[in-house]
């Protein structure tokens, strides 16, 4: 791996670091993973508000599944 290609994975992952701290400070909830796929998906064209949307759409079901299956 030539220095060059070395340095943007360490300014990548520097970036996905400070993008992870900014998601913990407003609570997102979002994992490492997680956030790195929604950034990677953003990155390709995908409508950040839609993103959004989707998520939270996904939170309210699994939070429903998970209190039917309380009962």
Request: hydrophobic share 40%; aromatic share 2%.
């Amino acid at each position: 791996m030539s220095s060059k290609d070395a340095d943007r994975i360490t300014a990548a992952q520097q970036t996905l670091d400070t993008l992870f701290d900014i998601s913990q400070l407003l609570n997102t909830q979002l994992d490492k993973e997680t956030l790195a796929t929604c950034v990677g998906m953003i990155e390709s064209g995908v409508n950040p508000e839609a993103l959004a949307a989707v998520i939270q759409e996904l939170r309210r079901e699994a939070a429903g599944l998970s209190a039917s299956d309380a009962r």
